[in-house]
């Protein structure tokens, strides 16, 4: 089987998207009023336009990279192993949790263990530097945003800061 | 008002301990910023960005265009020490840059970076205050169908130059677009993907979008492949740059600040494109040419010349047409929002004081730098030695806490952290970020000036063709799309 070049995989993905939009997201998700006289002014015009130059972009790529060779990417970077994989995933746990964890938790204890993960997930060769930076960077942050900047940080449901 | 009144204006503006120390404060940041290999001038500046909430307009923007131009310089150090540009805008500068470094002579280049850094960075501010105001009393006669063309072919070089593949730019560009639909209509307020969720009724936050495709991708990025790829760095060496050094490379110097302006004007072109240039200006009407890409120090400077004269430069479409030149400016933009200031013609009726401020603030910045930057060569080693393992965490971290910071809400974090896989994922496909928040930027300014010449001439579309300011934009529009065409097809043949 023929091997695809990165350009055509973009290249359908595009036209995916444009499919994708025209015959499903806006007409869903974009409301326009019945009464309007002249299509160019419709709340719908824009994204359909855009939506068909994504499809024409994503065409002009497939066929432009079906006849290109298939650039070899480095072994290393193209494939990291499991562990890779592993660390993409976690991060990608801690900022869902992050994202329940601010307003219960509060801003700089959650930034503080996210720090502390994210630092120790990289294997960092200064894990007693970390854990000081994770307690002073937040709390350093907090102190300005807090009281210099006025803005109020979520302080969370158990421990709240002066 | 004079020219006199204006000036004064900006002086009594811009004389405060507040501003002169955040424009101090900004180069230091971005000389930082930008000697650190992965972080950039960009990410600097997006980083600092929501610092300059609770500032004083006028201080907020000084302290970023600092950032700016010390991260252009900053980019030039690990270029010449350690063979890793730290922006794109430095590549060129590892040509001649770090053969000097392999020769013992890494001083000196950082020497003569530093001298040609600010001797352009003086001429683009010129220019800046030479053009921008006649541009904007230009602009001024500019109606909805004219801001469209201008904005098509802004966006038309964007895509064009922002990357290996022009479909790719487009295709980021087409994606900035998208994006900025979200949100209500602009005309009749009915819902665009709002899903019926508040959050998203006034579109998604500019500051979440731009540090999610500039800052997240890079700590995603980290934890893809965790081992830091700082190399060794290079001893500075004894020689250090001498007059006669800056005497023989003037001419490259003066000729590469030049073409930056050039190309820091038009906007979308950037630093990277304009450094090059410079580079193989000065290897083709120097007597050295082929000492050139062998440790020669005319390159050194040309390249630094170019890049930093395109840093004043960039800001003349922003000041003047409301459009940023590169993604810094892009940034810098949404500082000027935030303090409910729109750059464009009419700042320079309205907000005269802030523009001469700016000025008189830039002039500044090209002193500060020469200072700092002869400090901070010195100090190298210690930015070199940031465990980036560390620092990709509290750049999280800071990520969090600033886009909260815009408008007291969550939601933007959640934001920011979609932005940051869409960019990785745009990371890892080679599509350029910069096209796609560029477009973002200005697609509302492109949707809404359509809509209007349509309102105005009952849509018809021979408005959009109604004059020669138009017809200007829509000529150099298509030469653009034909010449970024050609170039592609001859690569390829």
């Not at chain 2, 805008?89 to 770090?98: K, N, R, V």
């Amino acid at each position: 089987m023929k091997q695809l070049s990165a350009h055509v995989h973009v290249g359908i993905a595009a036209c995916l998207i444009a499919l994708f939009l025209i015959f499903i997201g806006i007409p869903k998700a974009v409301s326009s009023p019945s009464n309007v006289q002249n299509i160019v002014l419709a709340p719908t015009f824009w994204p359909y336009v855009l939506s068909g130059i994504t499809g024409i972009i994503g065409l002009a790529m497939i066929i432009g990279g079906w006849h290109q060779p298939v650039t070899k990417v480095n072994d290393d970077e193209s494939r990291p192993g499991a562990l890779g994989w592993l660390r993409l995933g976690s991060l990608a746990v801690i900022m869902i949790v992050t994202m329940f964890a601010l307003p219960r938790l509060g801003m700089v204890w959650t930034t503080m263990l996210v720090f502390l993960i994210t630092a120790l997930m990289f294997r960092t060769r200064h894990p007693r530097t970390a854990v000081l930076c994770a307690m002073l960077i937040p709390l350093a942050l907090y102190l300005f945003f807090a009281h210099v900047a006025g803005v109020g940080i979520p302080q969370g449901n158990y421990v709240r800061l002066p | 008002m004079s020219l006199m009144d204006s000036l004064m204006a900006g002086l009594s503006l811009v004389s405060s301990f507040e501003a002169f120390a955040a424009l101090f404060l900004g180069i230091c940041i971005g000389v930082v910023g930008g000697a650190i290999p992965g972080l950039s001038a960009t990410m600097a500046v997006a980083l600092t960005l929501p610092f300059t909430f609770s500032m004083q307009p006028i201080t907020g923007i000084l302290l970023l265009l600092g950032v700016y131009k010390g991260g252009i310089f900053g980019g030039s150090r690990p270029a010449i020490l350690i063979k890793t540009p730290g922006t794109p805008a430095s590549s060129a500068t590892i040509l001649d840059g770090y053969p000097m470094a392999e020769q013992g002579e890494a001083g000196r280049a950082l020497g003569m970076a530093l001298w040609a850094s600010c001797t352009a960075d003086l001429v683009s501010n010129l220019a800046l205050i030479l053009f921008a105001g006649w541009l904007a009393s230009f602009a001024l006669k500019f109606g909805p169908p004219e801001f469209f063309a201008l904005i098509l072919f802004s966006l038309t070089i964007i895509a064009g130059v922002s990357g290996e593949s022009l479909l790719r730019g487009a295709l980021a560009a087409m994606m900035g677009l998208l994006l900025a639909t979200v949100g209500l209509d602009l005309v009749y307020g009915t819902n665009r993907f709002t899903f019926g969720d508040p959050n998203m009724m006034g579109g998604l936050n500019f500051i979440a979008v731009l540090i999610g495709l500039f800052a997240i991708p890079e700590i995603i990025a980290m934890a893809w492949n965790p081992v830091a790829h700082l190399g060794q760095a290079r001893q500075l060496g004894n020689s250090t740059v001498t007059f006669a050094d800056y005497r023989r490379s003037f001419k490259s110097i003066i000729r590469g600040s030049l073409i930056g302006v050039f190309l820091g004007s038009i906007p979308g072109i950037g630093a990277a494109p304009s450094a090059f240039l410079s580079y193989s200006e000065a290897r083709r009407n120097s007597p050295n040419k082929e000492n050139f890409g062998k440790g020669e120090i005319e390159g050194v400077a040309a390249s630094e010349a170019g890049n930093n004269g395109v840093a004043g430069a960039t800001l003349i479409p922003l000041l003047a047409l409301g459009v940023p030149g590169d993604v810094i400016t892009a940034i810098i933009i949404g500082a000027f929002m935030v303090h409910g200031l729109q750059p464009g013609p009419m700042m320079f009726l309205l907000n005269v004081d802030i523009i001469y401020g700016l000025f008189i603030g830039l002039i500044v910045s090209s002193v500060f730098l020469l200072l700092i930057g002869s400090v901070a060569i010195k100090g190298f080693r210690f930015v070199a030695d940031v465990p980036k393992r560390i620092l990709m965490p509290a750049v999280l971290v800071l990520c969090i806490y600033g886009v909260f910071a815009v408008n007291n809400n969550i939601f933007d974090v959640g934001v920011m952290f979609v932005m940051g896989w869409l960019g990785y994922l745009m990371m890892c496909f080679r599509i350029p970020a910069a096209p796609f928040l560029i477009a973002f930027i200005l697609g509302p300014l492109l949707e809404d000036n359509f809509r209007q010449a349509m309102l105005m001439s009952g849509s018809n579309p021979m408005i959009l063709f109604r004059g020669p300011i138009t017809w200007f934009f829509w000529l150099a529009t298509v030469v653009t799309v034909f010449a970024i065409t050609r170039s592609i097809f001859s690569k390829s043949t």
